[in-house]
């Protein structure tokens, strides 16, 4: 077992995949001789050759709608959109055509198609390499859309995704790429789609978050624990769609006080939805209104440091969250 | 074809006599399912209806070469005579325009016209335009991956071409080499706007750009539109990939909530059918001798007595049950 972090374990899981399956397939811009640009999928067309991975013209609904018609014809292509906030030209091949496919056709068909997509604010990206793309697919039943944070569930959910008859949205936060390396096992795992994972045991209140977001909710958590005596339980979904009800209710009965922490605009978010399935089926056990904290309804991340500063919630306003739920 | 050759226009194109009767009896037959679907709905059995009718030389000329369950087809909604003549049957197709339990495109899912049957390898069709092209691109891609020599036939009316998918995917085609046939079947309207509002310059022209044959024919000559698609289709003729406009006539309504008075003359409707494919088709059978007037009357009894039959099964067959419409939404592993 080595370290690796979450750009590591996806490029391993990629690779592992293709050498187990030879019907697996990558396709998207610049993932062939550059490795992608965030170096993903380097090393693996040396490997596997520029029929399998295959650099695409710069047209997202092509990419998608291709990895569609491969899946059709036997393959389990992994599509790359290149950043989340180009995903849009595909939004058509997503929704109406690979999430409908099953339903529509009464299960005759299936489309067995993986897309990754790099999403989350970072530092210099401005409004279009930075935007928090998931509420836009998490309404769309047939899709299953899944935010791993962490390198190991990462590269299990990948194979997952990979191996799954539906197709799954992969998404990847930008900044916790190289924010952190794990263990990661070598031998062949799955960690499945659809079920949440608690990071942090605790009694008083419950904070669920994913991608970026999570890491900080996790230093201030301990934070709060020496300077104040809070022991806050964190849960990642890891799926954001369909939603593991059950874990997040259990922890929500457990300590009665529940805050949803993203990045992405609060309203019509998934924090929403999280809130909604709290209040009403947790209703009885808790002890303060659902919270929730996000990005403020402008329309993305601003490229200069101070205004993007200002809109990605910072551990200052996590902490100040986590503290007026604990002291209410 | 050659001045000098003397053999009829279908023995050069390597056809039969049986192959003839064949396709005439396919392109009939949707005739008479699109006019019953009609009836269906007029008789408020079928909610709607949209219509193949005029079209029927360019999809039977265009699948007649294809190998059921092993090429693949991307049909668009008005391709009855295509799935009828890969393999669907006039019931099935009436269970779907009555939205019946049993209809194999989707079980009452869907409109009448969104086709799919997997075992024939006709791939589930949708309502926007276009969305088929760039997966119908995947399809053949795959093809190529394997070193298999499967072709896929795609289609769309003229309106199709004016998204970006439709380029994006004859593009992808271009570089590829992909062993893809784009079937334009082009009826000159797009519900209610005609060709000259929708077409800038000529749609068979545009493959040039992308690197790869493009060609009209006569959309209402089912043995000009097999020799283009034939002639040209990958795979077998070991080319890439190929467009085929086929120039054809919306003959009947957009659909059955459609007015058509609102937008075209009588007049220019009526010219039209003077060159309805069947018929037309039917003057060139009987003058090489292969089906004469009786025989003509036979095959249509045959096929009436065909499709009231299955319009009647279909008739009787159970709607689907409420709880139906909860899925399935997921494939299991």
């Not at chain 1, 942090?200 to 301990?222: K, N, W």
């Not at chain 1, 769609?241 to 259990?250: K, N, S, V």
């Not at chain 2, 409109?111 to 092209?133: C, D, K, W």
Request: hydrophobic share 40%; net charge negative; glycine share 10%.
């Amino acid at each position: 077992m080595a370290t690796k972090s979450l750009l590591q374990a996806i490029g391993e899981g990629l690779a592992e995949e293709m050498r187990s399956d030879e019907s697996v397939m990558i396709l998207g811009e610049d993932v062939g001789r550059a490795g992608g640009v965030f170096r993903v999928t380097q090393g693996l067309q040396d490997e596997f050759g520029g029929g399998r991975v295959l650099d695409a013209p710069l047209a997202e609904s092509l990419i998608v709608g291709a990895a569609i018609g491969l899946s059709v014809n036997g393959m389990r292509p992994v599509a790359e959109i290149q950043f989340g906030d180009f995903i849009t030209p595909a939004f058509d091949q997503i929704v109406n055509e690979a999430a409908r496919f099953h339903y529509r056709s009464n299960g005759a068909w299936s489309c067995p198609i993986t897309i990754r997509a790099p999403y989350g604010a970072v530092h210099g990206g401005g409004l279009y390499h930075s935007q928090s793309i998931e509420a836009w697919f998490c309404n769309t039943p047939g899709l299953k859309v899944v935010a791993p944070t962490y390198p190991a569930d990462a590269k299990g959910m990948l194979k997952s995704a990979i191996r799954d008859p539906n197709p799954v949205l992969f998404l990847e936060h930008k900044r916790t790429y190289r924010l952190l390396k794990e263990d990661v096992p070598d031998e062949d795992y799955e960690v499945p789609i659809g079920e949440a994972r608690v990071h942090r045991i605790g009694d008083d209140i419950t904070v669920v978050s994913y991608g970026f977001m999570l890491h900080t909710v996790l230093e201030v958590a301990e934070g709060l624990s020496e300077a104040h005596g809070v022991e806050a339980e964190v849960v990642e979904p890891r799926t954001l769609y369909p939603l593991d009800r059950e874990t997040i209710l259990r922890s929500a009965k457990k300590t009665g006080k529940f805050l949803v922490v993203v990045e992405a605009n609060l309203t019509g978010s998934v924090a929403g939805e999280i809130s909604a399935v709290v209040a009403r089926e947790a209703f009885e056990w808790l002890d303060a209104p659902v919270m929730r904290l996000g990005a403020p309804d402008v329309p993305a991340a601003p490229f200069a440091r101070p205004m993007m500063d200002a809109f990605v919630p910072d551990a200052a306003k996590i902490e100040r969250a986590m503290l007026e739920l604990a002291r209410y | 074809m050659d001045v000098k050759d003397a053999r009829a226009r279908h023995e050069v194109l390597g056809l039969t006599g049986e192959d003839l009767l064949r396709m005439h009896y396919s392109m009939l037959l949707a005739r008479r399912v699109d006019e019953r679907s009609w009836i269906l709905n007029r008789q408020g059995k079928a909610p709607f209806v949209i219509s193949c009718q005029g079209q029927e030389a360019a999809q039977v000329g265009a699948v007649y070469g294809m190998r059921p369950g092993y090429d693949y087809l991307y049909p668009y909604y008005r391709d009855l005579a295509m799935t009828l003549f890969l393999g669907q049957s006039p019931r099935e197709q009436l269970l779907s325009v009555m939205g019946k339990r049993e209809d194999p495109n989707s079980g009452g899912r869907q409109m009448p016209g969104h086709f799919s049957a997997r075992e024939l390898n006709i791939v589930t069709a949708s309502a926007p335009v276009g969305v088929q092209y760039p997966q119908a691109t995947g399809t053949a891609l795959a093809f190529k991956v394997r070193g298999e020599d499967g072709v896929v036939l795609v289609c769309g009316g003229e309106a199709s071409t004016s998204g970006g998918d439709w380029h994006e995917a004859m593009n992808f085609a271009g570089i590829h080499d992909l062993p893809v046939v784009f079937l334009v079947q082009n009826n000159a309207y797009a519900i209610s706007v005609p060709e000259k509002a929708q077409v800038a310059g000529s749609i068979a022209g545009r493959a040039q750009g992308y690197g790869f044959p493009g060609v009209e024919v006569d959309g209402m000559d089912v043995l000009a539109v097999y020799e283009a698609a034939r002639g040209r289709s990958s795979g077998r003729g070991g080319g890439g990939p190929t467009l085929i406009e086929a120039k054809t006539y919306r003959i009947t309504a957009h659909s059955s909530d459609d007015d058509d008075r609102r937008y075209r003359e009588r007049e220019e409707i009526e010219a039209w059918r003077l060159k309805d494919p069947i018929p037309r088709f039917e003057r060139y059978l009987e003058e090489i001798g292969v089906l004469d007037a009786e025989a003509r009357e036979e095959v249509d009894a045959r096929i009436r007595a065909e499709v009231a039959e299955a319009s009647r099964s279909a008739e009787e067959a159970p709607p689907p049950e409420p709880e139906d419409a909860l899925g399935p939404v997921y494939a299991g592993r």
